[in-house]
Nanobody, 119 residues
Framework: QVQLVESGGGLVQAGGSLRLSCAAS????????MGWYRQAPGKQRELVAH???????NYTDSVKGRFTISRDNAKNTVYLQMISLKPEDTAVYYC?????????????WGQGTQVTVSS
């Protein structure tokens, strides 16, 4: 059973920083691409940042220059370093991973972690 466990959310003032972590565990062969999504109240879930297994990254325009996604393949963990946070970054952040097991290749989601940025 593949699980993604997130940590690192919280309440921070505008201009502050947070670091999110997401670790994959369970019976799988390999974790391919990983990413962070977010969903604000009343809005659709959106992709924030994405990283391939080899380390290629891409970001949504609104976070470029402020957020950095990285990963540790040995630990099956992805990180999201967020600086210069703005109130509009407030959302539930979800980790996503494309996981290869002995049975199939599928997307898995974390439970979500709340990030609240106060003005």
């Amino acid at each position: 059973q593949v699980q993604l466990v997130e940590s690192g959310g919280g309440l921070v003032q505008a201009g502050g920083s947070l670091r999110l972590s997401c670790a994959a565990s369970g019976g799988f062969f390999k974790v391919n691409a990983m990413g962070w999504y977010r969903q604000a109240p009343g809005k659709q879930r959106e992709l924030v940042a994405h990283i391939t297994r080899s380390g290629n990254t891409n970001y949504t325009d609104s976070v470029k220059g402020r957020f950095t996604i990285s990963r540790d393949n040995a630990k099956n963990t992805v990180y999201l370093q967020m600086i210069s946070l703005k109130p509009e970054d407030t959302a539930v952040y979800y980790c996503n991973a494309r996981v290869i097991t002995t049975i199939d290749e599928a997307d898995y989601w974390g439970q979500g972690t709340q990030v609240t940025v106060s003005s």
